[in-house]
């Protein structure tokens, strides 16, 4: 099986691709709901995750992507209904190997065995998923019975978002906050909006946060990790790091 899938508490199942080496491992979240379930990032799209995964063909999935590098939306096109925040709508719509960072990342070394069929990786890029609905700060993703506020976070990358549902605690945080090395450091990253959304993150009630990489954590973790990301971007005496 190229996906494995775990269910977790709250309706939560989370999906991932064994053979993708954990750091390019995105972690892919399905939420069932009463209307609707959400789909939020979708994995590399190296194999189909609609034909594999059952449940996803079974009711109307909202495909959310927490932001567009091809580690997180490479099934969308598969889903009919796809969201993504406006700031890199034009990424979805148009992937290039470069502005998905593929370019950069792809090799046959990020995978433990290589995905089935004609892959290769001077090949492989992201199919265009031009999304039928655009994110915005403060918008709520209804599934009927549930509902995920929309966090514009800017930093890791410009339409990065994170998903939260104040009734469970639940955030999805995306690559925003997870518990491995953070990245700062891309074309379309930017350090400054970064500190800001981690600083307007740290107060938030979580009870559990789901990463867009690597295991869960709750909120005490969730907190050490946004000061320490803080604190190393805002070293007093070493103005010269700014711009
Ligand atoms: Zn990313
Ligand atoms: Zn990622």
Same mark, same amino acid.
């Given at each position: 099986?190229?996906?494995?899938?775990?269910?977790?508490?709250?309706?939560?199942?989370?999906?991932?691709?064994?053979?993708?080496?954990?750091?390019?491992?995105?972690?892919?979240?399905?939420?069932?709901?009463?209307?609707?379930?959400?789909?939020?990032?979708?994995?590399?799209?190296?194999?189909?995750?609609?034909?594999?995964?059952?449940?996803?063909? =079974?009711?109307?999935?909202?495909?959310?992507?927490?932001?567009?590098?091809?580690?997180?939306?490479?099934?969308?096109?598969?889903?009919? +209904?796809?969201?993504?925040?406006?700031?890199?709508?034009?990424?979805?719509?148009?992937?290039?190997?470069?502005?998905?960072?593929?370019?950069?990342?792809?090799?046959?070394?990020?995978?433990?065995?290589?995905?089935?069929?004609?892959?290769?990786?001077?090949?492989? +890029?992201?199919?265009?998923?031009?999304?039928?609905?655009?994110? =915005?700060? @403060?918008?709520?993703?209804?599934?009927?019975?549930?509902?995920?506020?929309?966090?514009?976070?800017? @930093?890791?990358?410009?339409?990065?978002?994170?998903?939260?549902?104040?009734?469970?605690?639940?955030?999805?945080?995306?690559?925003?906050?997870?518990? @491995?090395?953070?990245?700062?450091?891309?074309?379309?990253?930017?350090?400054?909006?970064?500190?800001?959304?981690? +600083?307007?993150?740290?107060?938030?009630?979580?009870?559990?946060?789901?990463?867009?990489?690597?295991?869960?954590?709750?909120? +005490?973790?969730?907190?050490?990790?946004?000061?320490?990301?803080?604190?190393?971007?805002?070293?007093?005496?070493?103005?010269?790091?700014?711009?």
């Amino acid at each position: 099986m190229w996906f494995e899938t775990r269910s977790l508490e709250d309706g939560v199942t989370h999906i991932w691709e064994p053979c993708v080496k954990p750091f390019y491992r995105c972690n892919i979240w399905h939420v069932r709901g009463r209307d609707r379930d959400l789909l939020l990032d979708s994995g590399m799209g190296v194999v189909s995750l609609r034909d594999r995964i059952a449940a996803l063909a =079974e009711r109307p999935v909202m495909a959310v992507a927490s932001h567009t590098h091809f580690d997180h939306i490479g099934s969308h096109h598969e889903f009919p +209904e796809r969201a993504v925040h406006r700031a890199e709508a034009a990424i979805m719509a148009q992937p290039t190997r470069v502005n998905t960072l593929a370019d950069l990342y792809v090799s046959d070394e990020i995978f433990t065995a290589l995905p089935p069929g004609s892959y290769s990786a001077e090949r492989y +890029e992201v199919a265009p998923a031009p999304a039928t609905r655009l994110l =915005e700060d @403060g918008d709520v993703i209804d599934l009927g019975d549930r509902r995920f506020e929309v966090l514009s976070l800017p @930093g890791h990358s410009p339409g990065s978002i994170a998903l939260w549902e104040s009734a469970t605690g639940t955030l999805f945080s995306g690559d925003t906050v997870y518990d @491995g090395p953070l990245i700062d450091d891309c074309y379309h990253s930017n350090v400054d909006d970064y500190v800001e959304s981690m +600083e307007r993150l740290r107060d938030l009630p979580v009870r559990i946060v789901h990463g867009g990489h690597f295991p869960s954590f709750g909120p +005490e973790r969730y907190r050490t990790l946004i000061d320490e990301y803080v604190a190393g971007k805002r070293r007093p005496g070493c103005p010269a790091e700014v711009g």
